[in-house]
């Protein structure tokens, strides 16, 4: 087992700054190479104090611009276009970076796709919904309307 210092944030891990321990190969093989994380040493809790201090005077800035953010994703309906065929499935599946670039073309705010969640894969035009973390205790749901792409 490999101890890591994380410096991003990574679903089912933890945050920046947490301290972690996971097996050899998913630290040389992903966690390190991607920079999500960075090997632990005693020098190195200097780092991770810095880094859940960045972390708190971010999170205090952002709590507010987060709730206001989620007002206007929730309130809005967001339009995907993707390619369908004649009965509406779709060649392929919606997915997050797809979701992301409709809502900066709806004007509501650019997001990162590492935090939007597709509860289940959208593979039809219709109604869907998707949920963003836009902060650590702030989740958005986002009202989707996947339409045909026109030719």
Known sequence: ???LIL???VDGLGSAGDVIEVKDGYARNY?????????WTRGGEKQVAQIRAAR????IATHEEA???KQSLEQARVKVSAKAGAEGRLFGSIKPADIV??????GLG??????????SAIKATGDH??????????????SLQVVALKK
């Open 31 to 39: 966690l390190i190479p991607q920079g999500f994380a960075v090997a």
């Open 101 to 106: 670039a409709a809502v900066s073309a709806a």
């Open 1 to 3: 087992m490999s101890k």
């Open 56 to 59: 708190k005077a971010r999170a």
């Open 67 to 69: 709730e206001a953010l």
């Open 110 to 119: 650019e997001l990162d796709k590492r935090k939007v969640t597709i509860p």
């Open 7 to 9: 410096t991003h944030e």
């Open 129 to 142: 919904e998707a949920l963003v973390r836009l902060h650590e205790d702030v989740t958005a749901v986002i």
